[in-house]
């Protein structure tokens, strides 16, 4: 499983295993000294007798009945019974106990338990959310929509989560706040209005809590603080991060009230379980949340093996909106999780603030760069020293250089293949330099790795003109060093960020993935303020408020403002309100270009940003919306060829009907899959239906966006509609020439129905090569 923050492809391996939640499968081994394991049972709910009260009462007599249970109660036995994302429960089985269980009627399926290690503001202001207009003043800011939230927990005394002015909790709101360790339910309020946590699973495995977490939920790591304080957190002025981004910070849905899901967990080996999560997101369903945010996944299985995705068509089906991110393996294809057709999947764009050093040189020469240095210090009229004529002293690589050459003084590092830029940092700091000067690309930097005063420069031009006043200067000197700079309207943005997860979908290619970008690098919100969150040779800080990157920090964003939709479209579908976000997402960035990407790419397409970057005031007034219901997911999984006992395991029923041709699923994207065989021309096409939530009458036309090889056409090419709600249909047919994949095997346009109301209704057309995904 992974806690979607923010990893490194390459030098910064340390950082995936501080930030990220890899999935590592069943691990028999843990129980070698226990015959027992734990599994999910999935049952089929009809069999259950009337004799019963509860599904959980049912489940009990069920182990208490197995032969081979003699001498052990169903309580030592039961870990958790789910009612809502699927009927069944999980348990501490014996190999005769679960085989008894396996020969039942009522018996579906069996899973055995997975285990993952820990992996791991200005953004409304960025999204362009006002207070006198647009989306916030027209939602009441989210007001009375409930998001559930599953991650490490919570700080409740963070000022994030304070209820000033807000109205009593909703009386459909079924949950409550656990009492548990440095946890009492007085800590809930009317913006925390629900606090639980889950790890009977991870118990169960013999894992132990470590003593830094707290069994309860309280949030130990600070990431779910900092995801529950960005999809909802309240007004707080005056919040930094150290004196960087210092002004407001308050979250999407400042209305919006929290429910904590604490399913995420410091053990022995950094694990969690699933038994867990599903636990988790069973109990948010009977709490009566609007909203799911999981910023977390599990590996990529087939859905009738994926929990997340079991889960979140319980959800879907009773109205919950369920927001996921799309993971941190980028920038490498195929490489997004959470890509279920039924979960809004977001990946992680950056945003238009930068957080900067200054230096001034001898020669009056000033350069900008990037630094996170989280200290006020003042550097003036010190030497610059630089390796010349000394490769391994000029490049700062480890053990170069001399403390005596480099005492109070600011060392220049330059670029070698032979480093990166983190043993560089370290070799600086060993030394005993005063301050460093880097030249290397510092894009997988994260703002804790800052711990020496640093300073890393950008572009060749920059590099250029330090090292020739570095080699020509009889006594370089460094006239000022300032840090704790904060720059806005920074461009390129946003762009894709580098560690975000790329389509294809791995599991449903079919299917296009990502579905959009959301702000995920540099994200201010909520910390614990009880954990060092940066270190410096003062020693370790605190910070209430802290930066943070990951598709996790993107994902409570969209679930943000799928709350003020559902604010004001309260019978809104979840499929209409992941449409109305798709279909009015940006696709250029601040410099009227395509959406870039920060990691250096030749061709930069929807497989990376989906359907563009989210823009709620537009979603607020989509004109057309692409709708979908439970059936029409059926009908997709029909077509994927799953047999009857795995239908049944992932649609939770034992009778269902498949259409007697393949149907498309009604999806506001496209994306065409051609085979290395295919005879050139081809064409395939797709069918549609638009429901119109703009004016009484409409009337759209098709406007259309090709490349060099590839054709899209409508039929018809004008909708006309007489009233709101009614629908229509069409058919997109995309035909590619061999000369589509001249350059690469990626070729996408855009189909845009636009009215004579500013309404346009905007769809990604992607046409890839099979041998690309």
Known sequence: MKALMEGSPHTILHHLLVWSLLLLGPISDVWATDERQTYIIHLDHSHKPDTFASHESWHQSMLESLTSAEGTSSEEMLLYSYSHVMHGFSARLSPSQLSELEKLPAHRATYGESYGKLFTTHTPTYLGLRHRSGIWPASSYGQDVIIGIMDTGVWPESESFNDRGMSPVPDRWKGECE????????????????????????????????DVDYDSTRDWFGHGTHTSSTAAGTYVSGASY????????????????????????????????ATDVLAGMDQAIADGVDIMSLSLAFDQTPYYEDVIAMGALSAIEKGIFVACAAGNDGPGRNSTYNGAPWIM????????????????????????????????????????????????????????????????????????????????????????????????????????????????LKGEPAATS???????????????????????????APQVAFFSSRGPDPV????????????????????????????????????DYALVSGTSMASP????????????????????????????????????????????????????????????????DPGLIYDMNFQDYIDFLCNLGYNKTQMAAIIRRTDWSCPNTPTNLNYP?????????TTYPTVQNFSRIVTNVGGDTASYKAIIDFPYGMRI???????????????????????????????????????KWVDEQNHVVSSPVVAISDSHH
């Open 508 to 543: 449903s290619p079919s299917v296009l993935k990502p579905d959009i970008l959301a702000p995920g690098a540099d994200v201010l919100a909520a910390w614990v303020p009880n954990k060092p969150f940066a270190e410096t040779e003062s020693g370790y800080l605190v910070t």
């Open 557 to 620: 964003h969209v679930a943000g403002v799928a709350a003020l939709l559902r604010a004001i479209y309260k019978d809104w579908s979840p499929a209409a309100i992941r449409s109305a976000i798709m279909t009015t997402a940006t696709t250029t960035d601040n410099t009227h270009s395509t959406i870039g990407d920060e990691w250096p790419r030749q061709l930069v397409t929807p497989l990376d940003f989906g359907a563009g970057h989210i823009n709620p005031n537009k979603a607020m």
């Open 179 to 210: 009492n548990g360790t440095a946890f009492s339910p007085s800590l809930c309020n009317r913006k925390l209005i629900g606090a639980r946590s889950f790890s009977k699973g991870l118990k169960a495995g013999g894992i132990k809590i470590r």
């Open 345 to 456: 999947t977001i990946g992680a764009g950056t945003i238009d603030r930068s957080f900067q050093g200054k230096l001034t040189l001898g020669n009056d020469l000033t350069l900008e760069g990037t630094s996170y240095y989280p200290e006020s210090i003042y550097i003036a009229n010190l030497p610059l020293y630089y390796g010349k004529g000394n490769i391994s002293k000029a490049a700062c690589l480890p053990a170069s250089l001399v403390p005596i050459d480099v005492a109070g003084k600011v060392v220049l590092c330059d670029v070698y293949n032979q480093t990166n830029i983190f043993s560089q940092i370290s070799e600086v700091n060993r030394s005993g330099a005063v301050a460093g000067i880097f030249m290397m690309d510092g894009t997988f930097l994260d703002p804790e790795d800052y711990y020496i005063p640093s300073l890393v």
């Open 242 to 273: 150290f004196g960087y981004a210092e002004g407001r910070a308050r979250g999407v849905a400042p209305g919006a009230r929290v429910a904590m899901y604490k399913v995420l967990w410091a053990s022995d080996s950094e694990q969690s379980a």
């Open 466 to 492: 330090i090292r020739k006043y570095a080699m020509e200067a009889i006594n370089a000197t460094v006239r000022e060093l300032r840090f704790k700079i904060t720059k806005l309207g920074v461009k390129p």
């Open 669 to 677: 994207s496209f994306i065409a899959v051609f085979s290395n065989e």
């Open 713 to 751: 056409r409508t039929d018809p090419e004008t909708l006309t509609f007489n009233s709101k709600k009614q629908k229509q249909g069409f058919v997109v047919s995309v035909e590619v020439d061999k000369e589509a994949w001249s350059n690469g095997p990626v070729v996408y346009g855009y189909l």
